[in-house]
């Protein structure tokens, strides 16, 4: 099979979706791999090396004509074009929170697999596992960047120092992406409670880590009134495919001090917290009732190296199997069957046709 891999062109995204590595791996097994000329640049891996490992370099035209397209972020609006009935589509979509491109995928019958819904038989998501540890310990930078004065924070140091009581941060979600910002937080030594709906999940939290962190059912009450008593406030809550729970009212944002932080991870399923809103990293934050909301819709882009490589060493196996078999190696695989979202001109994931008031089509009658 020939695989495209475009450059990424949303806004301050350095990420590539393959390295050379990759390549060679690909082309091992009988495979041709198109790369467009600088995608790697960002990543710090120039067109030379892609070559040297048996990568053609090309446009973005070229790398879209291939068989199987693999990305890192959903295709803009200027790619659509790119769109025909045999492309195979494998990058991260978060299509629950986008309409637009879930239209023109269903339309132009495109088969798309997306990373972040592949999930094993335990719950677990190995695609998005790397980039929610990313994602989780750079909400608490983020947090501790903006909680200093002269970015309009609070002025308070996370970690404290001796005589004065550390930060307090709220992570609401015990996950990847919540306990990536949990350790990190700990390694800060802020004053770090948890929120999650699952008592097992708490327990094994509380079993790791003690009277170091506190933990607490994740409930309307519960959230309120930890928000209230924080300087940051990490939302970090995930369901598979679909658009993220609400968790922070527009209320409880009022009510927490002026110049604290909420760093919104799930923001890429449209967010946790009913006052945020997508944002860049060249312009990362805004203020709603005096209180900063970080809302970077692709906060690992910003670590662009260390990214690439924890992203493709997790989606590279998938990809030798679509390479190898296609969209079929999913009738096989029922992991890789929750990856498809559209195909056939049909929204075949659950979570995701839920998210438009649809009843999804089985995979089966799709291919």
């Given at each position: 099979?020939?695989?495209?891999?475009?450059?990424?062109?949303?806004?301050?995204?350095?990420?590539?979706?393959?390295?050379?590595?990759?390549?060679?791996?690909l082309l091992a097994a009988g495979h041709q791999v198109r790369v467009e000329a600088g995608a790697g640049l960002g990543a710090g891996i120039p067109d030379e090396a892609f070559a040297l490992a048996g990568a053609e370099i090309?446009?973005?035209?070229?790398?879209?004509?291939?068989?199987?397209?693999?990305?890192?972020k959903e295709p803009l609006p200027i790619e659509y074009d790119y769109f025909r009935p045999d492309l195979l589509l494998y990058t991260y979509l978060h299509l629950a929170a986008q309409p637009e491109l879930t239209r023109r995928l269903v339309a132009d019958r495109v088969r798309a697999v997306a990373y972040e819904t592949i999930q094993l038989p335990d719950g677990s998501l190995p695609l998005l596992v790397p980039m929610s540890e990313v994602a989780g310990r750079m909400a608490v930078q983020a947090g501790a960047h903006y909680l200093e004065r002269p970015q309009g924070g609070r002025g308070v140091l996370l970690g404290g120092v001796p005589g004065v009581q550390p930060g307090r941060v709220a992570i609401l979600g015990a996950g990847v992406v919540g306990h990536a910002a949990l350790k990190m937080a700990l390694g800060l030594r802020a004053q770090v409670t948890v929120l999650n709906r699952s008592v097992s999940r708490l327990n094994y939290l509380d079993d790791l880590y003690g009277n170091r962190v506190s933990t607490l059912i994740s409930l309307p009450e519960t959230v309120a009134t930890v928000c209230a008593a924080s300087d940051l406030v990490i939302g970090a809550v995930l369901s598979p495919g679909a658009k993220a729970p609400q968790l922070v009212t527009e209320e409880m944002v009022m009510n927490m001090e002026p110049g604290s932080v909420i760093v919104d991870v799930a923001i890429d399923q449209g967010g946790c917290v009913a006052t945020m809103r997508p944002t860049t990293h060249s312009d990362p934050v805004f203020t709603v009732h005096g209180v900063i909301h970080y809302g970077v819709a692709n906060m690992p882009g910003a670590v662009a190296r260390t990214s690439t490589f924890a992203l493709t060493g997790a989606t590279l196996p998938y990809a030798l199997v679509l390479a190898r078999e296609g969209l079929a190696a999913a009738?096989?695989?029922?992991?890789?069957?929750?990856?498809?979202?559209?195909?056939?001109?049909?929204?075949?994931?659950?979570?995701?046709?839920?998210?438009?008031?649809?009843t999804a089509t089985p995979l089966a009658q799709a291919l």
């Open positions: 099979m020939l695989l495209g891999v475009p450059k990424e062109i949303k806004t301050e995204e350095y990420r590539v979706a393959m390295v050379p590595a990759g390549v060679r791996e090309t446009d973005a035209a070229g790398a879209w004509e291939a068989q199987m397209v693999v990305k890192v009738q096989s695989d029922p992991a890789l069957a929750l990856g498809v979202n559209v195909a056939g001109g049909c929204i075949v994931h659950p979570a995701v046709a839920a998210a438009f008031g649809e």
